[in-house]
């Protein structure tokens, strides 16, 4: 049980005269089951909810909002609790603070991780409200009754708002194990009210990272080395500080900052810059060598990070074998607005405003380069224009507050979308060499994935992982979720200078493309149904299957593809949620093009039924993206990919129809950013294999796709 | 420098500043208007896109010189035209995930309504693709282009 604290209690509180009278709960959120890779970037945040005397209720959401609905759909637990009036109800994004805990949104945690504790400090605060009316009235609590902010005396016309009894409810010790409403009362959970952010977004109103806007701010950009972790050797600002509206040029760790009155003048005065890079160890790298060294790893050789039964007996064994290698390529997140952030010092303060994933990390970072304490550094996370993990790094708020250091001004940091596409942190390029068994009545008896990739966390910490083993990386391959006998995962540890980073549903995007490809190959090796030797596969009770089968039926699995049509099935686990995908495709002058997606996904409890088809759709756009052509690639130690004219993302065009179907209960809950991204990929590659006989195992599909 | 005038959601502005500054730099850094967004500036993601005489045009590429003489809508000028059921629809429809890329989607919206008032989907696709969003808010786009157009037809 998380601790519920009343906050207006606490000593550390009574700071904040604002807050007195009010009732202040402070609410620690769960770290999740399940959570996957740990990192700097993983939150313990906690919440708050306050109710004044004169004011509404007011909800402090300690989670970014990055498109994901989570202002919305957390408050949503809350207020249902709480039963007020979701109408008034104030959301605020929260400044960063100790009394939040360890802020920051990956993961696909906020919401699960809220579920619980949010809806017992919604409960808790309501019987303490309904106590202080109570108090009032002389009367049992059972004669009172919460409603839509106000607290009712049953039986009669009277009623207190909840601001009127915040200040007698401050004073009551928070009740523990209220119970919670049960599916039937719930009258906001499981409907679609309408996002808090809908009009502003709208209407252009909503301020994203690059709109907020100070008085006395200056403009930057930042010249950074074309080679991979190259540095600046020196350089010559004269001809950038003549260019009009330049108004500063200062190296920073990351290259040579140029501040001005406006954007437009930064960008000309950063052309008119002169410098010679050092470009460091990686100007030999390019794409060809990291493939090769990732093809060089040999399995005896790789971490041995799952290993049931005798995989390698039953290999010799097995009367059937099969082996497939899949490789993926680099990805980049570009989000469609770009790295960005304001920062400002002043004395020993430090104040940052910007689209920010890791809260708590750019709090650390902004007081190491402003050279402040942490606890004089407040951050305001803005709305983000898409994230996808991107934003859970932190490099674009150290730039600025050197900037900030080195200039005295208050700065606007902002990022060309060159400048993003070169300068970002990668999925991981991956290989994946599979092996699979199967007996004589074609049941899978044996499983290998030995996976080479980069490591996200030990490139970030090269001292992090010594025997390489790093659990994250193999997430979505050691969690299988069938029933094998013989089952080993292996990974080789494979770093190398090319940034990298968590996307969207981080290394579920390659284990899940692995894992769901070869089951499709094992099934026709071994003439069998993939949804039904999937199903022989799956244990009784996963909820896995119970996904997969509601799949077929609403498909109509196994049945015949119109014609000149393929279909594919996939199935992954992630985050705690569960999905299935039907694609259906076809090829169109060579080309694969995606008709039909369905989308069958177990959360749990679902809190916003949109919300959730929202984020699936979006994941399987953001999927179907990261299949058809998108890939980042290296020469001379460059990004060789620069704007959305050589990295090609997904255009409406080419959006499938997407039939989301989310099965409401009351299992634990799960997340729901990233889930949907998984299964699309190889749920496709299985259609284009249905439908044309041959198997895409290296991507993007555009260019391996012999059409 | 003579200075530059523009007329931005029927207001007129004097602005001194650099012919050639792109019309997005001085719609955000000059008058502030900070609906219109940037992401690639290269006319490839269609975010920056604005209204000059019911055309929708890139703002990233199109200088302010360029757009001396016309009539600029942007963003927060749509609800004051006939052509606010679009945002209508897009609340409606639930449209905005982050949010960033639609106004630059809302305003290539309204220059195809403001030409053709009942696109079929084929016309809406062929429009509309040229929007990059990378949230996947696409087959949204779509109901909520098809249903305003109905709206605005009425």
């Known amino acids: ?707 | 420098m003579a200075p530059i005038t523009l007329k931005v959601n029927g207001k007129t502005h004097q602005l001194a500043v650099d012919p050639e500054t792109p019309l997005l730099w001085v719609l955000r850094d000059h008058l502030h208007l900070t609906g219109t967004k940037y992401s690639c500036g290269i006319s490839e993601c269609g975010a920056c896109t604005v209204m000059m005489d019911n055309q929708a045009i890139r703002s990233c590429v199109t200088t302010a010189q360029e757009a001396q003489g016309h009539d600029i809508v942007t963003i927060e000028g749509l609800e004051l035209t006939d052509l606010k059921p679009l945002q209508d629809a897009w609340i409606s429809e639930e449209v905005s995930q982050c949010g960033y890329c639609q106004p630059g989607q809302l305003m290539t919206a309204a220059a195809l309504l403001r030409h053709n008032p009942a696109p079929t989907t084929e016309e809406i696709d062929a429009e509309m693709s040229d929007v990059l969003c990378r949230c996947g808010t696409y087959l949204r786009i779509r109901t909520a282009v098809a249903k305003a157009a109905k709206e605005v037809r009425s």
């Not at chain 1, 299935?580 to 093009?593: H, I, L, P, Y």
């Open chain 1, 1 to 707: 049980m998380s601790p519920l604290v009343n906050l207006s209690r606490r000593d550390f509180l009574k700071a904040g005269a604002a807050f007195s009278g009010a009732l202040i709960l402070g609410f620690k959120l769960e770290e999740a089951q399940g959570a996957g890779p740990d990192s700097e970037a993983i939150f313990n945040p906690n919440a708050w909810l306050e109710i004044s005397p004169d004011g509404p209720v007011i909800i402090h959401v300690p989670w970014t909002e990055l498109g994901q609905g989570v202002l919305t759909a957390m408050s949503m637990i809350l207020a249902e609790e709480l039963e007020a009036d979701w109408e008034k109800v104030e959301i605020r994004k929260a400044w960063n603070d100790p009394r939040f805990g360890r802020m920051g949104t990956g993961g696909s945690r906020s919401i699960r991780t809220s579920w619980d504790p949010v809806r017992q400090a919604g409960a808790a605060a309501r019987v303490m409200l309904e106590q202080a009316a109570a108090a009032r009235w002389g009367v049992s609590s059972r004669e009172v009754v919460a409603r839509q902010s106000y607290i009712h005396w049953r039986g009669t016309d009277l009623k207190l708002s909840f601001a009127e009894l915040a200040k007698e409810a401050a004073r009551l010790d928070v009740p523990r194990d209220v119970p919670l409403k049960t599916r039937a009362q719930r009258k906001l959970v499981g409907t679609s009210v309408q996002r808090i952010d809908a009009v502003d977004k709208a209407t252009g109103r909503a301020l994203f990272g690059c709109d907020h806007r100070f008085e006395g701010m200056v403009r930057a950009v930042v010249a950074r080395c074309p080679v991979l972790g190259g540095k600046v050797a020196s350089f010559d600002a004269r001809q950038a500080l003549k260019s009009p509206g330049v108004v500063g040029v200062h190296e920073i760790s990351n290259g040579v900052a140029v501040l001005a009155n406006t954007t437009w003048e930064a960008i000309k005065g950063r052309e008119a810059l002169s410098i010679t890079w050092d470009e460091g160890d990686a100007a030999d790298l390019d794409s060809a060598g990291i493939s090769a060294l990732l093809q060089s790893k040999e399995a005896d050789e790789a971490a041995v990070m799952r290993r049931d039964g005798d995989f390698a007996r039953e290999l010799k064994a097995a009367p059937t074998s099969v082996q497939a290698v899949y490789e993926l390529p680099y990805l980049s997140h570009s989000p469609m607005e770009p790295m960005n952030c304001t920062a400002w010092i002043e004395g020993d303060h430090c104040e940052v405003w910007g689209p920010i994933q890791s809260v708590s990390w750019a709090e650390g970072v902004a007081a190491e380069a402003a050279g402040v304490p942490s606890e004089n550094v407040r951050i305001q996370p803005t709305y983000s224009g898409g994230g996808f993990g991107r934003r859970l790094m932190v490099d674009y708020v150290r730039e600025v507050v050197e900037i900030a250091k080195a200039s005295g001004s208050k700065v606007q940091l902002f990022w060309t979308r060159e400048d993003n596409t070169r300068h970002g942190f990668y999925r991981p390029a991956s290989r994946h060499a599979m092996k699979g068994t199967l007996d004589s009545k074609g049941r899978v008896t044996g499983w290998s994935h030995h996976l080479a990739c980069p490591s996200i966390s030990g490139q970030l910490s090269p001292d992090r992982f010594p025997d390489g083993r790093d659990e994250g990386a193999v997430d979505g391959a050691i969690n299988l979720s069938y029933a094998i006998d013989h089952v080993d995962v292996l990974y080789s540890m494979t770093n190398t200078a090319v940034p990298t980073g968590w996307l969207r549903s981080v290394y579920n995007t390659q284990n899940a493309m692995a894992n769901e490809c070869f089951v499709d190959e094992l099934a026709v090796a071994a003439g069998r149904d993939p949804v039904a030797l999937r199903r022989e596969m799956l244990p009784a009770d996963s909820r896995l299957l119970t996904t997969l089968n509601r799949a077929a039926r609403e498909w109509g699995w196994p049945g015949q593809p119109p014609a000149g049509r393929g279909w594919g099935v996939a199935c992954h686990a992630s985050f705690g949620s569960y999905v299935t995908n039907m694609a259906e495709v076809s090829v169109q002058s060579g080309r694969v093009r995606v008709h039909k997606v369905l989308c069958v996904v177990d959360c749990g409890p679902v809190v916003h039924p949109d919300g959730v088809r929202s984020q699936m759709e979006g994941g399987t756009a953001y999927a179907l993206s990261g299949l058809l052509r998108e890939e980042i690639t290296v020469e001379n130690g460059r990004v060789q990919q620069s704007n959305f004219d050589d990295y090609l993302p997904l255009r409406l065009d080419e959006m499938p129809e997407v039939e989301v179907i989310a099965l409401d209960s009351e299992l634990p809950i799960g997340g729901i950013g990233e889930p949907g991204y998984p299964a699309v990929g190889p749920a496709v590659l299985n259609a284009v294999y249905n439908l044309t006989g041959q198997r895409v195992r290296k991507l993007p599909l555009a260019g391996n796709f012999k059409g």
